[in-house]
């Protein structure tokens, strides 16, 4: 059975940082590329940032580029997402994702599991 089970959201104002944190079971976790969504009240779920199955490549939504950060560690079975100088309209619930295949991704279709998601609310 795939999980994907998401942590690390909180309440931050703006300006500050939160790290999120994947933990995924039931997929070889290096073989799949990794990427990171939000869904804002009354809005679509948006691409926030994906990362290739070895780490080399990433790729971020334009709006939160030079402020957030993903990476992966293999040996853990972990995807990161660390987020720097919040802004109110970072609040969303953010979701993981996993594809099979190596590269990045950026479409909600192209991935096959998801995580359940962890709220993040970043207050003015």
């Known amino acids: 059975q795939v999980q994907l089970v998401e942590s690390g959201g909180g309440l931050v104002q703006a300006g500050g940082s939160l790290r999120l944190s994947c933990a995924a079971s039931g997929i070889t976790f290096s073989n799949y590329a990794m990427g990171w969504f939000r869904r804002a009240?009354?809005?679509e779920r948006e691409f926030v940032a994906a990362i290739?199955?070895?780490?080399?490549i990433t790729?971020?939504?334009d709006s939160v580029k030079g402020r957030f950060t993903i990476s992966r560690d293999n040996a853990k079975n972990a995807v990161?997402?660390?987020?720097?100088s919040l802004k109110p309209e970072d609040t969303a619930v953010y979701y993981c994702a996993a594809k099979l295949g190596g590269s990045v991704f950026k479409r909600p279709s192209e991935y096959e599991?998801?995580?359940q998601g962890t709220q993040v609310t970043v207050s003015s």
């Open 41 to 43: 009240p009354e809005k």
């Open 52 to 56: 290739s199955w070895s780490g080399g």
């Open 59 to 61: 790729y971020y939504a």
């Open 80 to 84: 990161y997402l660390q987020m720097n």
């Open 113 to 115: 599991y998801w995580g």
